[in-house]
């Protein structure tokens, strides 16, 4: 039986309906660009005008449907929950995968209140530097806000420039960073372009550096504790046994096609991702060490098995709760030790 696009935003913006119920009315879109999990409407299970399809097409059901349900979510936690610490979360599609995906958000949300602004596809460009207005430095908006009751901000931002897409051309960031392989299967260091990535590592050390500053320059937020992480060690597409076949992309989006345009054998490849990962968790450790309450969750070996990822480089919903349970031993030492738990 159709119900009517004004039904089914009812229904999307719900946060008490789940999400697997909203596939019943959506198929998902293999994305192009900047990677947004979207959704498009079945047309035999709702009735849109004209007006609603122009309305859809500009709307984009995704990280707008999460997001929404996420606040409201939110609101009612802090009034059924108020002993429950209160986090805020800006992020990239580790803190929110849309509807397909119980990423590492929505594990930690059982746990704590948390006022998620993160979205699917955001880099640390657009979240500290963007050209929307409505979107630049929105965590310091909302820590502003909450300032008086947020116990801890949790950031993640860096996948999107290490091992994810241009936001821009949605072209693999790999393409950039690999150099052709040189026949020498042990050669990690030689197949990295160490120009590139180092501007790319220099490029967020700063915007990381804004952030904290930003923070810091509250008088509130001060000793605030700040977490934030590395991502944990990939498997590139296609590797041995790999049965992956995600709906919202290709096999090989981010890791398998620009390691084959570069001849790159797999298992060389996560050497290399590996070791650039390792580089990421260095330059965040360098910024722990100068404030006591930047924490770094070291998320590598939290998801060792193939089966633990959903594509190459996001986890199943298991794989993200392994995730989260690291977060959560971080957020809770942290927090006891401020007195903001016992």
Known sequence: ????????????????????????????VEHSGAFDIQFRIKPDMVQMTEADQEFENALQIGNWASRIRRYWRFKDALRDHPERPMLISEGDSWFQFPI???????????????YSLDAAGDTAQNMV???NRARRREYLSALLEYKDQVSGFLFSAAGNDVIGEDPDTGVAVLFDVLKDFNGDI???????????????LAFLKGAYERVISDIRGVAELQEMPVFVHGYDYVFPYRWEGDTRDPLHAAQDEWLGEPLSDRNIPSVLGRKIISAMLDELYNMLDGLAATDENVIVVDCRGAMPNLTDWVDEIHGTSDGFAKVASRFKAAIDQALVAQGAMT
């Open 1 to 28: 039986m159709k119900i009517t696009y004004d039904e089914f935003l009812k229904l999307a913006r719900d946060p008490n309906v789940p999400e697997e119920q909203l596939l019943k009315y959506c198929d998902v």
């Open 129 to 131: 530097y963007g050209a």
């Open 186 to 200: 042990t050669d990690v260091e030689g197949h990295i372009d160490r120009a590139v990535f180092d501007e790319k």
């Open 100 to 114: 397909l995906i119980d990423d590492v958000i929505d594990h930690l949300s059982a746990h704590f209140n948390i």
